[in-house]
């Protein structure tokens, strides 16, 4: 569990594996200022998905969400529920694990995500390791499912110009037009709910992403990059530039239910790791190894991300 101490009036978190001097409380003396002391973890969040269940009170302490209300997207009358967010372990890591499933009908439809409850994340660079998978771990496949990594800024009203959204999303199946397996990288300036009216740019791989995958999104100087292990394969800008703060999230849903045959499928998606570094530009291979460098020190999860970007 990660220790608070507080600066300025703002709280900062570190965890407890990292050396005393970035977590220490009481007075600075003159060779350990309150700055030196959290340097280590100012404005990053990173975390590990160490984690005992989708109700480990550390999860929440955390920030983290498990949906379990109704509500797009997805299939409309599909149920998002707690238990498909599970946490397990796999060559000594730990990871998240999203399942979802159909029947082929939406009373049948059961989808999975988690979102951090609070937008705080804006410029800087965002990052995660996602497994997507192609085929389901059980039943027919062909389901238009859709896997996830993405921030978001909540939409306030139709065409809300402080709207902001940056995804990752992978569709192994088709779907949306895409002939077969395609990456989307889709940035949002804004949209409008009924009749639905997009106002983002996007551009599309088309080919498998299945497997473990690097996702990281840079937003500095008026410029989006996304990258898919180390390689550059979008970028945006002008008004699709993220203009508020966002949350960070993952989710796997359905698109519609054109492509189920058979019974109940079901598909899973893992996640190994999530990072942020607030206000700099890392690129992917820097990613890795500050990453690295946070598991080597035992650290599961850390959040020194300010609002508004002053440590």
Request: hydrophobic residues 30%; contains cysteine; negative net charge.
């Amino acid at each position: 569990m990660p220790t608070r101490i507080r600066v300025g009036g703002v709280a900062l978190a570190c965890a407890v594996a990292l050396p005393l001097t970035s977590c220490a409380t009481g007075s600075p003396t003159e060779a350990e200022t309150v700055s030196d002391r959290t340097s280590a973890s100012c404005g990053l969040f990173f975390d590990d998905f160490d984690y005992g269940g989708p109700t480990d009170p550390a999860l929440r302490d955390q920030g983290w969400n498990v949906r379990s209300w109704a509500g797009g997207p997805g299939v409309p009358g599909a149920s998002w529920d707690a238990d498909n967010v599970s946490f397990t372990e796999e060559g000594g890591d730990s990871l998240l694990r999203l399942t979802s499933t159909t029947d082929g009908t939406p009373a049948g439809t059961s989808q999975a995500e988690l979102t951090f409850g609070e937008e705080k994340f804006h410029e800087g660079t965002y990052a995660a390791k996602v497994r997507f998978a192609d085929a389901p771990v059980s039943g027919e496949d062909g389901d238009t499912v859709l896997q996830t990594f993405y921030t978001i800024t909540p939409l306030a009203h139709d065409n809300d110009p402080d709207y902001s959204e940056l995804d990752f999303e992978y569709l192994p199946n088709s779907g949306w037009g895409a002939p077969a397996e395609a990456m989307y990288l889709t940035s949002y300036h804004t949209y409008q709910r009924d009749p639905w009216v997009a106002d983002n740019t996007s551009d599309v791989v088309d080919r498998s992403f299945e497997g473990w995958r690097d996702l990281v999104v840079q937003v500095e100087g008026g410029l989006v990059r996304y990258y898919v292990d180390t390689h550059l394969v979008a970028e945006h800008d002008g008004k699709y530039y993220p203009s508020s703060p966002m949350s960070i999230n993952f989710n796997q849903w359905f698109v519609d239910m054109s492509g189920h045959t058979g019974g109940p499928s079901t598909y899973v998606q893992d996640v190994d790791w999530v990072y942020h570094q607030q206000g700099e530009s890392v690129a992917p291979e820097e990613v890795n190894r500050r990453v690295g460098g946070q598991r080597n020190a035992g650290v599961s999860r850390v959040d020194g991300v300010v609002p508004g970007g002053a440590c």
